[in-house]
């Protein structure tokens, strides 16, 4: 191969390495003090970019040159710092014993508050930056023209990191960040102020954020994609590097940047692919990363279903819901039937979950990957070879469980944050695969036409299939909670050590979790294409995911019937909610945030306690 | 006759000699108390038998089996039951359901998905709570009661194995000096009536003495003395090992709280 294209490439690959060193490093940092890994780190990027493209030009209309163009850079990275402080002080702070679910959630909820609120301050059209002074004249490589940006990029990483390494080395507050990352009790019973090294770290992280995001607008417009997109690379960087390694970022960084440069040539479609098995193969390989240390898992992180006395008259009550459900479609119309549908195919969706987390502790990020096998298994079936919908329904299925079967197996070694961080991975790589395999998964438009069959096909007949079958479904997983399978899950959630004392075989266990995890939520996908007649990415993408833990944390984690009440809340709230205002996502953000601090339980959750508080 | 016999064990972790040429057996229904200063290796010695460490060298046989290199629950099923120094239970599970879990695992039907598991061994269950005294707080949850109750749970959790060996690491930490010695006549007269060998390890000078048969004692990861407590507390060279607390093997004054 041509020598000079070979340095272009490697050079370009170091840019972007650089770039994503700088926002991974603050995440990284972030991690080590505080223990939160901060989904809105993309969000911070993100606003760096649009304050620095909003504020360079106008700074350069005052006095062209480089310093201008700089020193905005640096201002917006100031401003994003400052921002990272607020939500210090009003969020995280209130959080830092919170279960790791909460945390991710919370800062999750800050993702979609911060996507309207840029769309409200800077508009909805993507901002183009000015060029850097002096540096609009490609340079010369080997005969090939390479933008000299570029290279100012590639320095900037070594930059930053020697900057960060002097911070952390020479100073106190250094100091008290590296003995943090360490072992935040000590420092905290030596009597520093936490409050102070907190805020400051956040201060770092965020100013990194939002620095990454500022030296972006050269090259790309700010654009409301941009923090999704960066956070997902930024985790594969601080997981492969190790969490709260600064070092660990950089070489990870490195790495990827070279593997998305080069992978580009050997499978040009699928790059994302090649990121995320990274990841996939270096956590296999060493659980906690390049430089990572294993996670203490203290008490707190283990929140879920405890035993309760059967509720007196349940059958009464399961023959009242079978009832009212039959019953429904002699009262409601066709939006209605639709509408319970959807919540009925959410609502296995959810419960699904809660095996994973509420019954197992294994806290899965990435759920919408079995929904979305589910999905295309079915869609795919009809598509490619005329399946039928009795027989699309359990390909579905058992396409879902298979793959949960393999990213169960993977995941199944890692705990707590790693863990959460891996199915997001899987799932991000289905998703990738979905997207960019157009000739067998219609790439974007997805696939069309899937259509139930002749006798399912109106909206009562559709309703009362999706009731049957979640009906059966839910009664089936809620047996084996109650089963010797469920109590041994929770028995290694409660307690891996004494688990382990009494001969359960734990990863086992929580493997054959995931599959029966993976082919109810493969059902609910399955019965969700067939109710739409489409699939198409979304499915599978990270919203899809967060929707399943929202319902789980509306309706509480810590009740069985929790998934079930919080998929019609989030369905009610959205139908209620979404019509009446343009920023949904605000909404739903501050109610994600309000339930994590104020209503942990979620609505089941509360109704359970109190009837508790009572006996 | 010798139940565990443990031949030479070895441990390093980097530099540091956490153990080194570690020998001694434990009989059936004899209580075995492993002493030692901090740092002495009690706890990398206690782990390597209850395998959650890995042996560098030597041989850990139980009852005539090698057990060296076996995952903690091989050796569950081989008859090992332990309690930890931090009480371990399933917080969520009532006291029975604790025990009933333990019962399921020993029957291998952890992977049962139909009977609920609170219907399955429950009679058998609330027996064991009552040998250790816990039989009224059967529908407690875990998270609610005293520690020392936790710790009765946790010993009858062990028992429904049916161990040939208990190992117990700091039985006592963290109980009054009252329910110690409860724990430890109710442990004795348990190994004494079903045979069990107990290996312990132990802080409380009024635990070892009042109640092991015998007594090993440890120091920088080596073996230094064995026998009764009797031998032991006239040994020269322990004495040394707790220099600075030269009385710390006398008999208190006053009368014996066991």
């Known amino acids: ?615 | 006759m010798t139940l565990l016999a443990v031949k030479d064990l070895q441990k390093t972790f980097g530099g540091v000699v956490a153990a080194r040429g570690v020998s001694f057996d434990v009989a059936r229904g004899e209580m075995l108390a492993l002493i030692g200063p901090n740092g002495a290796g009690k706890s990398t010695v206690f782990n390597m038998v209850g395998g959650q460490l890995r042996a560098d060298h030597g041989q850990v046989v139980l009852d005539g089996q090698d057990i060296t290199h076996a995952a903690p629950q091989k050796r569950f099923r081989r008859g090992v039951g332990r309690t930890f120094q931090v009480a371990q239970t399933f917080l969520s599970m009532n006291a029975v359901e604790n025990v009933q879990m333990a019962l399921i695992s020993c029957r291998r039907r952890s992977h049962g998905l139909w009977t609920p598991a609170r219907e399955r061994y429950r009679e058998k269950a609330v027996e064991l709570l009552a040998q250790v005294g816990m039989a009224e707080a059967a529908d407690i949850p875990c998270s609610a009661l005293a520690y020392g109750d936790v710790k009765r749970v946790e010993l009858a959790i062990a028992l429904a194995g049916e161990p040939k060996l208990l190992l117990m690491d700091e039985p006592t930490a963290g109980m009054a000096p009252r329910e110690r010695a409860e724990l430890m006549d109710l442990t004795a007269s348990i190994a004494a009536s079903r045979d069990i060998g107990v290996l312990f390890t132990e802080h409380d000078m009024d635990v070892v003495f009042g109640h092991a048969d015998r007594v090993l004692v440890l120091l920088r990861g080596q073996v230094i003395a064995a026998g009764t407590p009797d031998e032991i507390r006239r040994d020269a060279q322990v004495r040394r090992a707790y220099l600075g607390d030269e009385h710390a093997l006398e008999r208190p004054k006053g009368p014996d709280p066991a």
């Open chain 1, 1 to 615: 191969m041509d020598p000079s294209f070979l340095a272009v490439q490697a050079l370009s690959g170091l840019s972007s390495a650089s770039s994503l060193f700088i926002t991974a490093c603050g995440l990284t940092i972030v991690f080590g003090v505080t223990r939160i890994v901060n989904f809105a780190h993309g969000s911070l990027y993100m606003i760096g970019a649009y304050t620095a493209a909003t504020l360079v030009p106008r700074l350069l209309e005052l006095s062209f040159g480089p310093v201008s163009f700089w020193a905005g850079i640096l201002a917006s990275a100031v401003i994003v710092g400052l921002i990272g402080i607020i939500i210090e002080v009003l969020l995280l702070r209130r959080i830092y014993g919170a279960p790791e679910l909460f945390q991710l959630l919370a800062t999750f909820g800050v993702v979609l508050v911060v996507q309207d609120l840029v769309v409200l301050v800077f508009g909805p059209e993507d901002i183009l930056g000015p060029r850097a002074p002096g540096l609009r004249a490609p340079v010369d490589i080997l005969g090939r023209r390479f933008p000299s940006y570029e290279l100012v990029l590639i320095a900037a990483g070594p930059v930053v990191l020697g900057l960060v390494w002097l911070l952390l080395r020479r100073t106190r507050f250094g100091m008290l960040v590296r003995a943090a990352t360490q072992d935040r009790d000590m420092v905290a019973s030596l009597g520093v102020n936490q409050a102070m090294l907190f805020t400051g770290t956040l201060f770092l992280g965020a100013f990194l954020a939002g620095l990454g995001g500022a030296l972006q607008i050269p090259r790309v417009s700010a654009n409301t994609g941009m923090d999704l997109s960066i956070i997902a690379e930024a985790f594969v960087v601080t997981v492969v590097g190790g969490m709260g390694s600064v070092p660990g970022a950089f070489l990870a960084a490195l790495v990827i940047g070279q593997l998305q440069a080069f992978g580009i040539l050997i499978f040009p479609k699928s790059t994302l692919v090649v990121v995320f098995l990274l990841m996939a193969v270096v956590l296999a390989v060493r659980p906690y990363g390049f430089f990572g240390r294993a996670e203490v898992v203290g008490a707190t992180h283990t929140v879920g279903i405890a035993s309760h006395k059967p509720l007196p008259g349940r059958v009464y009550i399961l023959l009242a819901v079978v009832a009212v459900l039959a019953c429904f479609p002699l009262v409601a119309d066709a939006y209605l039937l639709k509408v319970a549908t959807e919540i009925l195919i959410f609502a296995l969706f959810a419960f699904s979950l809660q095996l994973l987390i509420g019954v197992g502790g294994l806290v899965s990020f990435g759920h919408a990957a079995f929904f979305g096998l589910g999905a295309y298994g079915s869609a795919l079936a009809v598509k490619w070879s005329g399946a039928s919908m009795e027989a699309a329904l359990p390909l579905g299925l058992a396409f879902a469980a298979l793959g949960a079967g393999l990213i169960g197996a993977f995941v199944v070694r890692l705990s707590g944050i790693y863990l959460a961080m891996m199915t997001l991975a899987a799932a991000q790589i289905i998703y990738a695969v979905a997207f960019q395999w157009v000739d067998v998964t219609g790439g974007d438009n997805g696939i069309v036409g899937v259509w139930p069959a002749t006798w399912a096909s109106g909206p009562v007949a559709y309703y009362l299939l999706t009731a049957a079958l979640t009906l059966a479904a839910v009664l089936l997983l809620k047996r084996i909670i109650d089963a010797p399978f469920g109590y041994a899950l929770r028995a290694a959630r409660d307690s891996e050590a004494r688990a382990e004392a009494i001969g359960l075989t734990i990863r086992l266990h929580r493997w054959l979790a995931f599959i029966l995890s993976g082919a109810a939520a493969g059902l609910a996908g399955g019965l969700y294409a067939f109710s739409r007649g489409s699939v198409d990415p979304s499915l599978l993408g990270i919203s899809t995911s967060v929707d399943a833990l929202t319902m789980l944390l509306l309706g509480g984690i810590q009740t069985v019937t929790g998934p079930l009440v919080g998929a019609a809340a989030l369905h009610f709230l959205r139908d209620v909610v979404m019509p009446l205002t343009a920023h949904w996502r605000l909404v739903l953000g501050l109610i994600i945030i309000a339930m994590v601090l104020i209503f942990p339980r979620g609505l089941a959750g509360t109704v359970q306690h109190w009837r508790e508080e009572r006996a």
